[in-house]
């Protein structure tokens, strides 16, 4: 069962805005470790590159994921375009390569967040859900305020591994953390009341525990 207006959570628009995230987490487009341990960035130069890139993607340009891919090969220590480029494959139905860019934005970026929630969506459509409860849990760790991976483990939560509870706890916490995306907002309130009721619940901070 799938959430009504997304796509495991997010919709193209909100891949894209995702990706930024995973950017920012590790220093613009995704500086090395070693870098970030010197307090050093990209080149704005480098950024504006990645920039204008990713707004091609994002209006559909046909050649633009062949250029990232070139961009990403020639700066592979970068994380966001390894994301970025997961997040299309994923969405062109080409698992296994999206995971190969998750995979590999991981070990670029320690704190990448957005990467391990998205791996954790591939981990749940192959019905993986242990693994994708990990992932989920791994995003939280390493960029706690990082809306989408509360929304992403709270479906798993509700739908797949049945702990209306944390589902709950959850959606509440991706709530207070001002997560949106296709006006999904509404629907999310609807489901924390259908939850609470079932629960007899009432909104607290969200428990983000591997369920037992």
Known sequence: MLRPGWTDGLLKAALLAVAAVALASCGT????????????????QLQATYDSLLARVQSGDAAALADLGKFSAAHPDLAGPLVT???E??????????????????????RCGPAWSELGVLSRRQGRFADAERAYLRAIELQPGYAPAYYNLAVLYELYIPRPELALENYERYLQL?????????DVEKWAVD????????PKTARTEPAT
């Open 85 to 87: 480029l997961g997040l």
């Open 89 to 110: 494959r994923a969405r062109a139905g080409d698992e296994a390569a999206a995971a190969d860019y998750l995979q590999r934005a991981t070990t670029v970026c320690t």
């Open 29 to 44: 487009v995704g500086a090395p470790t070693g870098a970030i341990a010197a307090g050093e960035l990209p080149s704005p």
């Open 178 to 186: 001002g997560g949106d995306g296709a006006g999904a907002d509404g």
């Open 195 to 202: 939850l609470r009721r079932r629960v007899g619940d009432t």
